[in-house]
């Protein structure tokens, strides 16, 4: 019998970070031989960051497994409608339905610790005389928030290296809800003082996905990667024939 081509695991970053909040996760998937990609989100719109996304998995030979982190729970959400995406994986990250906003699903719950740490930057929009507006965790209570179970000196060097979000993204509706199609997972951090936990799970059962709770901060990848690479080897075997 032949086998399934191996997986490319794509790894989504999400707000106020990149693709290094995945640095204790990428080097235990490729002792397993996986293919791994951690591309830079954009950060600038829903749409169009599920677009760049997007973009990345059809140049993928073969399947994916797509993870999503936080924001990046929206953009796989969209982007995982893609042919060739087998499974979904959400770490702390937010499950859209069709049509529903970031803003919505957030709205719906009491906000998170996040909500009176928040600093609004504008910045120039090309071909605009309107500016954006950039949205980012103050730095001195970014470790507390987003990284309290996180080396503190780490913490500290995310906190002025973050990648801000603008505030478009948390207005765009989703256009697709991949979880409807596609076998997802989905990881709660407990201890989360940047999503409200209950926002994570709440997307997560509505969804119907396989579900695990880990007492953690937000930055789950960096806290506990053995626990993030577990659920994303549950998700390949589930999947994988």
Do not use: C
Not at 2 to 31: C, E, M, N
Not at 52 to 58: A, C, D, L, T
Not at 174 to 200: F, Q, Y
């Amino acid at each position: 019998m032949s086998r399934s081509p191996k997986p490319t695991v794509v790894l989504v970053h999400g707000a106020f970070a990149d693709a290094s909040s995945y640095a204790r996760v990428i080097p235990g998937l490729l002792q397993r031989g996986l293919n791994v990609v951690a591309p830079a989100v954009p950060n600038r719109s829903l749409i169009g960051d599920a677009a760049y996304i997007s973009s990345v998995i059809r140049q993928i030979d073969g399947p994916v497994i797509l993870v999503g982190h936080s924001y990046g729970g929206a953009v796989i959400t969209v982007a995982g409608v893609e042919d060739n995406v087998q499974a979904l994986v959400y770490l702390a990250g937010y499950a859209l339905e069709t049509g529903e906003s970031l803003g919505e699903l957030q709205g719906r719950f009491p906000d998170s610790d996040l909500a009176t740490a928040l600093v609004y930057t504008p910045f120039p929009v090309e071909g605009s005389d309107t500016p954006g507006t950039d949205v980012s965790v103050d730095t001195d209570k970014f470790p507390a928030i987003f990284a309290a179970d996180v080396d503190p000196e780490t913490a500290k060097i995310l906190a002025v290296s973050q990648r801000p979000l603008a505030a478009q993204a948390f207005a765009d509706p989703a256009p697709a809800a991949a979880w409807k199609t596609k076998p997802s997972w989905g990881l709660v951090s407990s201890a989360d003082h940047t999503i409200n936990p209950d926002v994570e799970r709440f997307g997560y059962q509505r969804a119907g996905m396989t579900t695990t709770e880990v007492d953690s901060s937000h930055l789950v990848m960096l806290a506990h990667p053995d626990r993030v690479i577990a659920l994303i080897e549950e998700a390949i075997d589930a999947t994988t024939k």
